[in-house]
């Protein structure tokens, strides 16, 4: 009997999230014998079931419970549980999303299974499986050959390209039906600045502020800039902390990762915390006054000068 693997899918209103597709790739380049399953958990799933069979797994579980609908570890905790029993994979898969850091942990305690978080790379070598990912907020790359055995994966962000959409759907859809009891506490509701353009995790342009926009006069010239460029903007924890935006489109250790094609740093020096948000960018470019800063080190191109010299200038050329 072929092994199992598990993977935890998420989803959206507006569809499959981009990183169940991201695990499904991860996976599928990995293991090319082993049965692949997709765990869905929420309610009226059925079309993304559907769907998800596009991409090559083998079987689709559906959970559907109306107390699923929102997020909350207690209830994921209850239906993850007792899907990991009765399937009992060798390798159960999450994005390192905020569902997979709140879950993960106490799957791994549950199951007395190893977690391995936020990987960016998977190969097999002999009977090992080697992983890297970042450690030390991304100044170092720990890397782990780990014998054969059963685990737990979050699968960074932004890393594998999923697969193209199959042209015919394969493998099969279950429901499964768990007692799933009422939480303590619950998410009565939640409030979201809505961001504008496309949003940054599926930008294709993003101009990054950061503390060097001084004020919310600087952060509205480089959305100027966006608008201009058809993108969106982010910012640097020092821009939060200066007040010009929230942290909802914050990029980095602690926000958003991202992959732009194009990124654009307007005022960010480039602390590590901060890059390891938009190493992924296709291309990098700095605008800072300081020839010294650590941004220029990353980026593909550099401007070292006043943004807002160069910033106006810009928009004025590119609506030329």
């Known amino acids: 009997?072929?092994?199992?693997?598990?993977?935890?899918?998420?989803?959206?209103?507006?569809?499959?999230?981009?990183?169940?597709?991201?695990?499904?790739?991860?996976?599928?380049?990995?293991?090319?014998?082993?049965?692949?399953?997709?765990?869905?958990?929420?309610?009226?799933?059925q079309?993304?079931?559907?769907?998800?069979?596009?991409?090559?797994?083998?079987k689709v579980l559906m959970v559907e419970n109306t107390k699923l609908t929102r997020f909350s570890p207690q209830t994921y905790n209850q239906v993850i549980w007792h899907v990991q029993k009765?399937?009992?994979?060798?390798?159960?898969?999450?994005?390192?999303?905020?569902?997979?850091?709140?879950?993960?942990?106490?799957?791994?305690e549950k199951a007395n299974i190893p977690l391995i978080s936020n990987i960016d790379s998977l190969n097999i070598e002999g009977t090992n499986i080697m992983?890297?990912?970042?450690?030390?907020?991304?100044?170092?790359?720990?890397?782990?050959a780990l014998v054969k055995g059963s685990y737990i994966f979050t699968v960074k962000p932004k890393i594998w390209t999923?697969?193209?959409?199959?042209?015919?759907?394969?493998?099969?859809?279950?429901?499964?039906n768990v007692i799933v009891e009422e939480p303590i506490y619950f998410l009565k509701e939640r409030i979201k600045k809505e961001e504008k353009s496309e949003g940054?995790?599926?930008?294709?342009?993003?101009?990054?502020?950061?503390?060097?926009?001084?004020?919310?006069?600087?952060?509205?010239?480089?959305?100027?800039?966006?608008?201009?460029?058809?993108g969106t903007v982010g910012v640097s924890r020092g821009a939060v902390e200066l007040g010009v935006s929230d942290s909802s489109l914050q990029i980095g250790q602690t926000g958003k990762i991202v992959a732009p094609d194009i990124y654009?740093?307007?005022?960010?020096?480039?602390?590590?915390q901060h890059l390891v948000g938009?190493?992924?960018?296709?291309?990098?470019?700095?605008?800072?006054?300081?020839?010294?800063?650590?941004?220029?080190?990353?980026?593909?191109?550099?401007?070292?000068?006043?943004?807002f010299e160069i910033i106006p200038a810009l928009i004025e050329e590119l609506k030329r």
Not at 51 to 56: H, T
Not at 99 to 106: Q, R
């Open 162 to 176: 999923p697969f193209p959409r199959n042209e015919q759907a394969t493998g099969t859809i279950h429901s499964k």
């Open 200 to 230: 940054l995790n599926e930008a294709k342009i993003i101009i990054g502020a950061g503390r060097g926009v001084q004020n919310k006069e600087g952060f509205s010239l480089l959305q100027q800039l966006a608008n201009t460029l058809g």
């Open 47 to 58: 079309l993304y079931a559907e769907e998800l069979l596009y991409y090559g797994i083998d």
């Open 264 to 272: 654009i740093a307007c005022g960010i020096s480039g602390a590590i």
């Open 1 to 45: 009997m072929a092994d199992k693997i598990l993977i935890f899918g998420e989803v959206s209103p507006n569809g499959i999230k981009t990183i169940t597709l991201e695990c499904i790739s991860a996976v599928k380049n990995l293991y090319k014998n082993e049965e692949i399953i997709v765990l869905l958990c929420g309610d009226k799933l």
């Open 131 to 144: 992983v890297s990912r970042p450690a030390y907020s991304g100044k170092l790359t720990e890397q782990l």
């Open 278 to 307: 938009v190493t992924s960018a296709k291309t990098i470019i700095a605008i800072n006054n300081d020839p010294n800063a650590p941004i220029f080190d990353v980026a593909d191109y550099g401007l070292v000068g006043d943004l």
């Open 86 to 108: 009765e399937v009992n994979p060798t390798l159960t898969v999450f994005g390192h999303t905020e569902i997979g850091k709140a879950v993960t942990p106490y799957l791994s």
